[in-house]
């Protein structure tokens, strides 16, 4: 007997969705129906019966999808389904074992009787079958409207869209009245602050190109940089200090650096505290949540913000950023906005952070050359998927960091346990929010815009022009010249 994996375009299931389905003979390189592997899986671990998963392959066969011939003498005086068919069944379904091993168990199973072609006329009741087998047992492990996207199904919808580097500019891209697709879904629209002074020449019209935007200089260290991800029970506890783990540029910006042209972000990057205790099931809810600015904290123990700047402004495209895509606010608050490239791993199965709801934030990547787009995501910029946490596999929704705007999460999924990161003053844009603060002021706080506390002083009875040194809150010597940034207050700022 020999069984052949054809090339199949596409095929219709009963709920009539449209599903493609490339394969070859060699079981290489072959895209698989998510509604199959699921089944697969859920066989090999007993919340599906044999006559469900039966009928799965069945209908493939009637489709066309599976070709097979009957002859040859059976394998095995045999009509039980032997526990490594069904083993194989659940490990091809998680990529552990190669189609021919799964393909070995249907063989199997024709030659003994177990399973029969099924004849032209059953089409339309295998196709009831399935329906109705997908919906129940997806709904054993799933809430609300969530879909399981299988790898097959990742890598048909990944691409290399965004290759050049050119992405569509999100200024102004906000909602307030309910989630929409490609736009953050903000609580309420905040005062405006003040952001980069001038645009890079990256920016093209309504694009701009990442491959093409000038970098802060420098590579300063943190030695002293601590994050701790823990879990305990249901509560995972992220706490730390700020400090990245990778090395950053050199804050405040120095004028002679090419990109204060641009952003004269004044800002110097300091200690800060933060211990949030965030869920590690959260419950997905099909009516999302509102957005203040912050999105979650990622794995070198850096706090995300949302895509915009003061302005509200496309933040990755118009700020300054070094060379791991951060920067500091106006309170020392070192964050990103987008993808960091400083993150070696990328891959849409790796956690790269998590929101402040307590879902995953994972990267892009599916397969070499081929990533994931806004297009490719929800409202809340997430799917749900399979992904590697804490050491298990599972499946659970989570956002994906891409090349694009909104960059991460636009709303969120679960109930946010707060909004900042940082709990001793509110960030983001209903507080300090990127090098230039946006939001009504705290006593005490700089005004938007302002340069640090250290380097107004050190201009006290100074004229504009005049020599000037500051000590930074990380204990740097910082000599500069007397100007007035876009802040309109005479400053110490850098040479």
């Known amino acids: 007997m020999r069984i052949l994996l054809i090339t199949i375009i596409g095929i219709i299931i009963a709920s009539g969705v449209f599903i493609l389905f490339f394969s070859q003979a060699n079981g290489e390189n072959y895209y698989i129906p998510s509604w199959m592997k699921n089944t697969a899986k859920w066989w090999s671990q007993g919340q599906v019966s044999d006559d469900d998963f039966i009928n799965g392959v069945q209908y493939l066969i009637q489709k066309g999808v599976i070709q097979v011939s009957t002859s040859g003498p059976p394998i095995a005086n045999n009509s039980t389904i032997p526990t490594w068919v069904k083993s194989n069944a659940g490990l091809w379904a998680t ?21 029969t072609i099924p004849s032209a006329n059953s089409v339309n009741t295998l196709a009831s079958n399935v329906n109705s087998l997908n919906n129940d047992a997806q709904s054993k492990i799933m809430s609300g409207s969530q879909v399981v996207l299988s790898y097959g199904d990742l890598l048909a919808m990944a691409g290399s869209k965004y290759s050049d580097g050119s992405v569509p500019l999100g200024d102004g891209k906000y909602v307030t009245t309910g989630p929409e697709k490609g736009y953050i879904y903000l609580c309420g629209v905040p005062p405006m602050g003040q952001g980069a002074q001038a645009n890079g020449p990256w920016i093209h019209g309504n694009t701009w190109n990442f491959l093409e935007k000038l970098s802060i200089s420098g590579s300063v260290s943190w030695p002293n940089a ?10 995972r506890t992220l706490s730390g200090n700020g400090l990245p783990s990778h090395a950053t540029g050199t804050f405040p910006i120095s004028s002679s650096d090419a990109v204060s ?5 004044p800002n110097s990057i300091s200690i800060q505290s933060f211990n949030d205790k965030l869920p590690t099931s959260p419950t997905y809810s099909d009516a999302p949540y509102c957005i203040r600015g912050e999105v979650g904290i990622m794995l070198t123990g850096v706090p995300l913000f949302d895509g915009f700047d003061a302005e509200l402004r496309d933040a990755p495209a118009h700020e300054a950023q070094d060379s791991c895509n951060g920067h500091p606010q106006n309170t020392g608050q070192y964050h990103y906005h987008n993808l960091s490239s400083c993150f070696q791993d990328i891959n849409e199965t790796t956690v790269l952070g998590y929101a402040l709801d307590g879902f995953p934030i994972t990267g892009p990547k599916v397969a070499n050359d081929k990533y994931l787009t806004t297009d490719d995501l929800d409202e809340c910029h997430g799917i749900t998927s399979e992904i590697m946490e804490d050491g298990v596999t ?3 929704y989570h956002y994906v960091m891409t090349y694009d705007f909104p960059y991460s999460a636009s709303c969120f999924r679960a109930k946010p346990t707060q909004y900042t990161v940082i709990s ?3 960030s983001g844009q209903f507080g300090p929010s990127g090098p230039h603060q946006l939001g009504q002021n705290q006593p005490g706080q700089n005004q938007p815009g302002s340069p640090p506390q250290e380097a107004v002083n050190a201009c006290n009875g100074k004229s504009s022009g005049s020599l000037c040194s500051f000590t930074s809150p990380r204990g740097d010597v910082i000599s500069g010249t007397c100007r007035i940034p876009p802040s309109r207050s005479l400053a110490c700022v850098p040479n």
């Open 226 to 235: 601590f994050f701790s991800n823990t879990v305990s029970g249901d509560t």
């Open 424 to 426: 001793n003053g509110e």
């Open 394 to 396: 599972k499946i659970t």
């Open 95 to 115: 990529d552990q074992v190669s189609s021919v091993e799964f393909v070995k168990g249907i063989q199997y199973m024709l030659q003994n009787k177990i399973l």
């Open 261 to 265: 042209e641009y952003d004269m972000n």
